[in-house]
């Protein structure tokens, strides 16, 4: 219930700070559209008004600009991505008829420090019968020990261990693909890796 709550009340800042994010970049929007009408109606100009106005203008540019990065800070910060911290996007290929309850799937982060639920991006087919589960997930903690464990409820557990150092680079590309480190099959138990099961990943 805790957990709950806390999840509930994160939720609710997150909006009231999108929407305060939202009201400033209106406010600077309207500011930029005044000095401008004001600067542009004037039928006579001399150069400490084109100077008074030009740095008025600049200064009006420079809120919109701030409001503009404050809303997407926040917006980010909605869903659970710290712009100021790492984190990872990943991409998990398997068998199409493996990701048929991914509506139902949850993917988390397990590190020696916390846990973390990851966000699912979507699914691409990718035509020869696999399909690609793509999301991400912030790295909150300083630590090499990361597993990230997706849940396939009817399908089975697969852990594939991010091979990242504690403090790891961002980077342009995707890494290579790698075997799932260990599937559970609700069927079966525990099952050796298998080459059907990969993932990439690469830090934003």
Known sequence: MNSLIGVLTESADGRLGILMSALSGIAAALAVALAMTVY???????????????????????????????????????????????????????????LTAVTDSQIELHTDRNQTLALIDGVRELGDGRSVLRGAVALNHHTADRVLVVNLPGKGTFEFRLRLPAEPHRSEQFGP?????????????SVAPQDAYTIRYRVL
Not at 71 to 86: C, D, E, F, I, W
């Open 177 to 189: 693909w790698h075997l799932a480190d260990r599937i559970a099959s609700p069927a079966t138990g």
């Open 40 to 98: 542009f109606r004037m039928s006579y100009r001399s150069w400490r008004d084109v100077v008074r106005h030009g740095l008025a203008a600049l200064a009006a540019l420079a809120l919109f600009a701030f409001a503009a990065y404050d809303m997407r800070h926040a917006a980010l910060a909605y869903l659970g991505l710290n712009p100021s911290k790492p984190a990872v996007e990943f991409e998990i290929r398997m068998p199409r008829e493996t």
